[in-house]
């Protein structure tokens, strides 16, 4: 079993940074890629990016592009996630997740998400 713990939101101002971590368990972890997403007060969850866990091959949602970063520690079974020029509309729950299979677009485990609020 998989276990995600995220971490690192808060509160920050608009044009801001911050960066958050996602911490995973388990016996053997080592998914096919990590993801996060994001989750916005009466909106669908959507994807922010994600990045393969052998490769560190990383893809990202256009609304983030250039301004979020993506990263892994594989030996800590870290992923973090590195925001800047941060926006208003940035505002969100933020979830980590892990894709074990390859060729199926499906992310099996999920952490409990960390709140991130930025403010005009």
């Known amino acids: 079993q998989v276990q995600l713990v995220e971490s690192g939101g808060g509160l920050v101002q608009a044009g801001g940074s911050l960066r958050l971590s996602c911490a995973a368990s388990?016996?053997?972890?080592?998914?096919?890629?990590m993801g996060w997403f994001r989750q916005a007060p009466g909106k669908e969850r959507e994807f922010v990016g994600t990045?393969?866990?052998?490769?560190?091959?990383?893809n990202y949602a256009d609304s983030v592009k250039g301004r979020f970063t993506i990263s892994r520690d594989n030996a800590k079974n870290m992923v973090y996630l590195q925001m800047n020029s941060l926006k208003t509309e940035d505002t969100a729950v933020y979830y980590c997740?892990?894709?074990?299979?390859?060729?199926?677009?499906?992310?099996?485990?999920w952490g409990q998400g960390t709140q991130v609020t930025v403010s005009s």
């Open positions: 997740a892990a894709r074990t299979r390859v060729g199926v677009s499906i992310y099996d485990y």
């Open positions: 388990g016996r053997t972890f080592s998914p096919y890629a």
């Open positions: 990045i393969t866990w052998r490769g560190g091959n990383t």
